[in-house]
C-alpha cells in the first residue's frame, strides 16, 4: 500500500493523471478504513485529500449553494447557510450515524463509496443537485441521477475526483418536504428503508413530486414512474394500488441481515402514503 499527500488540488490532479495504478481517496476515513482494515482493499495508493483546503466548506454564488467534497456532516449541520437556504436537507441529516461519525464523514464521500444505505444521497436526488467532477484538464458537472451505474459503480473516470457538489439555492423553495430514514434505533443506525420527498400542491393537485429511495436498490435511486404517476393527480384521483404496482417495478428490495424484502417493501408502500396524506 502506498500513501500520497498531495500538496495541492492540481498536484493531486496531476498525479491522478500520471499514474494509472488503483487508488483511492482517504477523506473522512470511515469507509475507506473499514474496507482496509478487512482486507478488501489491498495494494492500492491512498492518497490523502482531507487537507486540501480548496475541496472543503459551504459558499454560495449567484444561484447556487457549492458544497466542497471533503465538508463533514457535522459543517452542513452547523452552517448558517446551508439553514437558511437548505433546512430540509439540513434537519434530515440529524440522524446520519452519531456526533462523532458526523465530525469525521465527507459529503464526498458518501457519495463516492456509493452504498445502498448512504444517507446523503437520497436527499440530493429530491434536490435535483449535480457532483462536480475535476480532471487535470477538465471540470464537469454531473446530475447525481446519473451519476451512479452500478452497485458501488459510478460514472467518474480514473483522473477524476468529485471536487463540490452544487445545489440550486432554491431547490426547496415552496416544496414540502418529508424525510424518512427507519433503521433499528434512532442514533448510529444504518437504514433498513429510506425516503425523501418533495412535492408542491397547487390548490388540491399535487403539481409536481420528487421521491427518492435508498436501501431498495443497488443505489439510491429516484421513483420516476411513481412520480409520473402522482404528477398533476388530487389525492382523491391517486389508486393506490397502482402506485404499489409502479413501486414494485422501481424497487428491488433484498432480504439482507437488516431486513427482509417484504418488510422494506410494505414500509416504503406506507412511508409514501404518508406524504402523500402529509
Ligand atoms: C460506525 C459507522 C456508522 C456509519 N453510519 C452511517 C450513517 O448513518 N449514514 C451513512 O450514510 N453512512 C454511514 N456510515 C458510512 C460512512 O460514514 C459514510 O459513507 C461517509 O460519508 C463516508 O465519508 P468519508 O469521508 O469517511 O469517506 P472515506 O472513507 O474517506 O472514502 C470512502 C470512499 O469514497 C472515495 N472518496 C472519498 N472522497 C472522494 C472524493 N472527493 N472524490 C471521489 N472519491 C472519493 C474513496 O476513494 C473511498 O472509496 C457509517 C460508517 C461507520 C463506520
Redesign the pocket.
Known amino acids: 500500500m502506498k500513501f500520497i499527500r498531495p500538496k495541492d488540488v492540481e498536484n493531486l490532479l496531476e498525479n491522478l493523471e500520471e499514474d494509472k495504478s488503483k487508488?483511492?481517496?482517504?477523506?473522512?476515513?470511515?469507509?475507506?478504513?473499514?474496507?482496509i482494515k478487512n482486507g478488501i482493499i489491498r495494494d492500492a495508493n491512498i492518497i490523502y485529500?482531507n487537507h486540501l483546503s480548496e475541496?472543503s466548506g459551504i459558499s454560495e454564488e449567484n444561484n447556487i449553494i457549492l458544497i466542497g467534497?471533503?465538508t463533514s456532516?457535522m459543517d452542513i449541520l452547523d452552517s448558517d447557510l446551508i439553514k437558511r437556504h437548505l433546512p430540509y436537507f439540513q434537519r434530515s441529516l440529524e440522524?446520519?450515524?452519531?456526533p462523532l461519525?458526523q465530525n469525521?464523514?465527507?459529503?464526498?464521500?458518501?457519495?463516492?463509496?456509493g452504498?445502498p444505505?448512504?444517507?446523503?444521497i437520497p436527499l440530493l436526488l429530491v434536490l435535483d443537485a449535480k457532483v462536480e467532477l475535476s480532471s487535470k484538464s477538465q471540470s464537469r458537472l454531473i446530475y447525481i441521477k446519473d451519476f451512479f451505474n452500478g452497485y458501488k459503480q459510478n460514472v467518474?473516470k480514473s483522473n477524476e475526483?468529485?471536487?463540490h457538489i452544487i445545489i440550486d439555492k432554491n431547490a426547496e423553495k415552496d416544496f414540502l418536504t418529508f424525510y424518512e430514514k427507519v433503521g433499528s434505533r434512532r442514533t448510529?443506525?444504518?437504514?433498513k428503508v429510506t425516503l425523501a420527498g418533495m412535492k408542491k400542491v397547487s390548490g388540491q393537485r399535487i403539481s409536481q413530486i420528487r421521491l427518492a429511495v435508498g436501501s431498495l436498490n443497488e443505489f439510491p435511486r429516484r421513483l420516476f414512474k411513481v412520480e409520473d404517476y402522482i404528477t398533476d393527480k388530487t389525492l382523491t384521483e391517486i389508486d393506490f394500488s397502482r402506485v404499489e404496482n409502479l413501486l414494485g417495478k422501481e424497487i428491488t428490495p433484498i432480504t439482507d441481515l437488516r431486513s427482509d424484502k417484504e418488510y422494506r417493501y410494505h414500509v416504503c408502500v406506507n412511508l409514501i402514503r404518508s406524504f402523500l396524506n402529509q
Open positions: 487508488k483511492y481517496f482517504l477523506a473522512g476515513g470511515t469507509d475507506l478504513n473499514v474496507q485529500i475541496l467534497a471533503t456532516i440522524s446520519f450515524a452519531s461519525l469525521t464523514a465527507t459529503i464526498g464521500g458518501n457519495i463516492a463509496n452504498s444505505t448512504a444517507d446523503v467518474m475526483i468529485i471536487t448510529l443506525t444504518i437504514s
